[in-house]
């Protein structure tokens, strides 16, 4: 059984910043790519950031120099740095990997957090 747990979310004004974690746990062999996706209400879950177990990071555009994603593989956990935070930022948060659960696995499988929420008042 994995885990993906996410902490950070939370009410920030515009202009601020917030630090989204999210921790895997449970059989983990390996994980590939970890990522930030998020669903404002009435709209559809989008991706806002992904990076890969060797670094390569890819952005939203709307994320783009204001987000700062990162991962500690060591830790199997993934960051999300948000700046100059906006009111259409607000969304709820979730954390998503790729994991291979064991070294005989035959693929892998995409895990989702439970979600964190981040508003960002104007």
């Known amino acids: 059984q994995v885990q993906l747990v996410e902490s950070g979310g939370g009410l920030v004004q515009a202009g601020g910043s917030l630090r989204l974690s999210c921790a895997a746990s449970?059989?983990?062999?390996?994980?590939?790519?970890m990522g930030w996706y998020r669903q404002a209400p009435g709209k559809q879950r989008e991706l806002v950031a992904t990076?890969?177990?060797?670094?390569?990071?890819n952005y939203v555009d709307s994320a783009k120099g204001r987000f700062s994603i990162s991962r500690d593989n060591d830790k199997k956990a993934v960051y999300l740095q948000m700046n100059t935070l906006k009111p259409e930022d607000t969304a709820v948060y979730y954390c998503?990997?790729?994991?291979?659960?064991?070294?005989?696995?035959?693929?892998?499988?995409?895990?989702w957090g439970q979600g964190t929420q981040v508003t960002v008042s104007s």
């Open positions: 998503n990997a790729r994991i291979l659960g064991t070294a005989t696995s035959s693929r892998y499988l995409d895990y």
């Open positions: 449970g059989s983990i062999f390996r994980i590939d790519v």
């Open positions: 990076i890969t177990s060797g670094g390569s990071t």
